[in-house]
């Protein structure tokens, strides 16, 4: 087969480029780096595989391959053979190996004898590499140990009359605070951990009674370590009892003020790091701890991609990330000399999210301030990115590295929501009962011919012999599926008459669009703009139990908290300016320069290209075409 070459590859995974906002800012020359990446290549753009989102277009960038060959349907899977809402109570196990039915250009660049290094990415957890590294960083996948245990703090520890300060308060009060902030965590064997480390106040120049720093000891080594006002200590190394188990943790300390008698300190205390379980091989995580975390990394949120919180801490932390991440790469290159890098940064989605409808003059929400407020928040997180990948130029390209600059949707500005669970319902598709002891609505399913999800948004006719509740006859089938159709193709806004749905088709019509495998609902539905389904509650996307708020909705309602989507929706929608296409660039020895690509492309042209560049077989699994469109 095919042999490795000079050739490098880093994919800067850039996640909801929306691609008129990436041409509107570089026009407005504020995005120098990408202007210049871009200028010394070729820029283009390409429709996701539906439907487009987040799990299932990572993952056909990393194989070539579609929805219908992969099977990573959006956040939610329906299994063949699980009960029809089973699959709404595992978010996000789309993104594990074990859930992909194709296989990943970074594996075969293993198996060429490439060091693959897979950072941060929304599919593939966890790839065992013969030669390379795959880490989490920020984005939560199932299957997982948390990374920060507890959050960092600054505190004050004061010695009374009666205390030693020489006798390890600092150590025993650090250990005390640990398990006083979570209850639910413990230091292993207490009494080895409170004697084998010994933190105590420091005289420099005891002849001058002054106290000016930190002793830190390890006994099982006998080694000490003066830490002066305002420098880091060494990491510390503690055992953690937690629900997942006994976790390996490390965190250190910074002394902010030290009072010169001994009466007290104040102490800062970095975040307590657990190092197993989110990387492959586990080893590499303690080296990201150790030289690359330095801020309080997220604890799991429900949903992945919300702003909790102020825009401006948001865009703060945003910051961090991008260069957090870049430091971790750069790291990665030294330590283990990757070649194959590729990488996801989230933020651009969240803000998406949260503020594309203000930048729609037809949107409900608009107005010139509010445009003034969102836009301004867009184009600080968009100079984000391009700082990011200014750095990674300096940093981690050189003249042998292909560089692809790559986001994995679009989105278009919502201001509505279609109610689909309220639609199958009136159309006597779906049946409900209320459960007293829950006050909720529970479906009936000796009465419910068809069960809807919305990522991804796929309706399943509940067919008797193939799904465990199942009352629908194989004889019944077609009907029950032109029912499901006509339901969603007639719904309209009864405030305005519009359709709020697009498109309804079988899934095997759905081919054109990938979406006709086993994983694939008997009814592929796609939303007209600006209706969406989502508005940041997690339990209303499961149609088997709603809150009697949610249950009793109407058919179309405005949002509240979400004003941007994308995973509805058709891959060549577009919407005022919007798009749910995706701009890329490709940069690098034996790649146009300063070329626009005209025709847009899909995504699974991707993985074809990358190796065919790096001159290794394509994925097992790829459908794409190589671009050679994109080659000198």
């Known amino acids: 087969m095919m042999g490795r070459n000079k050739r490098k590859l880093l994919v800067i995974g850039i996640d909801q480029a929306i691609p008129y906002l990436l041409r509107r800012f570089l026009k407005e020359g504020i995005l120098p780096n990408i202007q210049h990446f871009a200028d010394n290549g070729i820029i283009g753009e390409a429709y996701s595989s539906a439907p487009c989102d987040t799990p299932t277009n990572w993952t056909t960038i990393a194989t070539g391959a579609t929805t219908a060959v992969h099977g990573v349907t959006s956040f939610y899977m329906h299994l063949p053979g699980e009960a029809l809402d089973l699959g709404m109570k595992y978010r996000s196990r789309t993104q594990l190996y074990q859930n992909c039915k194709a296989q990943y250009i970074w594996d075969v660049a293993d198996t060429n004898k490439f060091k693959p290094f897979i950072l941060n990415y929304p599919s593939g957890w966890p790839s065992i590499f013969k030669n390379g590294v795959m880490s989490l960083f920020t984005w939560p996948i199932p299957n997982s140990l948390p990374k920060m245990l507890i959050k960092s703090v600054i505190d004050t520890i004061i010695f009374d009359s009666k205390n030693n300060v020489t006798k390890n308060k600092i150590g025993k009060y650090l250990i005390d605070n640990i398990e006083s902030i979570s209850p639910e965590l413990s230091v292993e064997s207490q009494n080895h951990y409170r004697n084998n480390i010994n933190i105590d106040l420091n005289k420099s120049e005891p002849e001058n009674e002054i106290y000016d720093s930190l002793k830190i000891t390890i006994n099982h080594n006998g080694k000490s370590k003066v830490v002066k006002e305002n420098e880091w200590s060494q990491w510390i190394s503690i055992n953690i009892n937690s629900d997942y188990g006994v976790l390996p943790s490390l965190f250190r300390i910074k002394p902010i003020k030290i009072d010169p008698n001994g009466k007290y300190i104040q102490l800062e205390r970095s975040g307590v790091y657990n190092t197993k379980g989110w990387s492959v091989p586990e080893s590499f995580g303690e080296k990201l701890v150790k030289y690359v975390f330095e801020y309080d990394l997220p604890k799991k949120r429900e949903v992945e991609f919300m702003i909790y919180g102020k825009m401006k801490h948001f865009l703060e932390y945003a910051r961090n990330e991008s260069l957090s991440l870049v430091q971790a790469i750069d790291f990665a290159k030294k330590d283990m000399n990757w070649n194959v890098c590729f990488f996801h940064y989230h933020p651009l989605d969240t803000i998406n999210h949260d503020l594309l409808a203000y930048l729609d003059k037809d949107s409900k929400v608009y107005s010139e301030k509010k445009e003034e407020n969102a836009l301004k928040n867009v184009q600080i997180a968009y100079r984000i990115v391009d700082e990011m990948v200014g750095e990674l130029m300096k940093r981690c390209i050189d003249k042998d590295t292909i560089t692809l600059f790559i986001s994995d949707h679009g989105a278009i500005p919502i201001w509505k929501l279609a109610n ?16 007293q002891s829950q006050q909720k609505y529970t479906i009936n399913w000796n009465k419910t011919l068809a069960f809807p999800y919305m990522e991804p948004p796929f309706i399943w006719v509940n067919l008797k ?37 697009e498109m309804a088709l079988r899934k095997e019509e759905a081919t054109y669009y990938g979406l006709n495998g086993e994983r694939v609902g008997d009814v592929v539905y796609f939303l007209k703009p600006p209706y969406g389904v989502f508005d940041g509650i997690l339990d209303a996307l499961d149609a088997s139990s709603l809150s009697s708020k949610e249950y009793n909705k109407p058919l179309t309602y405005d949002t509240k908290r979400f004003f941007g ?63 050679y469109d994109f080659l000198e």
């Not at 319902?425 to 209320?434: H, S």
């Not at 009352?471 to 519009?498: C, F, H, M, N, W």
């Not at 005022?576 to 995504?603: D, E, Q, R, T, Y």
Request: hydrophobic share 40%; glycine share 8%; proline share 6%.
């Open 420 to 435: 689909i669970t309220k639609i199958l319902t009136k159309a006597g598709l779906m049946d409900y009962r209320f459960v």
């Open 565 to 627: 989507a994308h995973a509805y929706y058709t891959p060549e929608t577009k919407f005022g300016n919007f798009s749910v296409s995706v701009p890329l660039i490709m940069n690098g020895n034996g790649i146009k320069k300063g070329a626009f690509l005209k025709k847009i492309i899909n995504l699974t042209d991707i993985a074809p290209t990358l190796s065919y560049l790096l001159n290794i077989p394509k994925p097992e699994h790829a459908k794409g075409n190589i671009l």
């Open 465 to 501: 012999g193939r799904d465990p509740q199942g009352i629908v006859r194989k004889q019944e089938y077609e009907t029950v599926r032109d029912q499901i159709i006509d339901a969603l193709s007639s719904a309209r806004d009864p405030e305005t008459g519009a359709k709020v749905i």
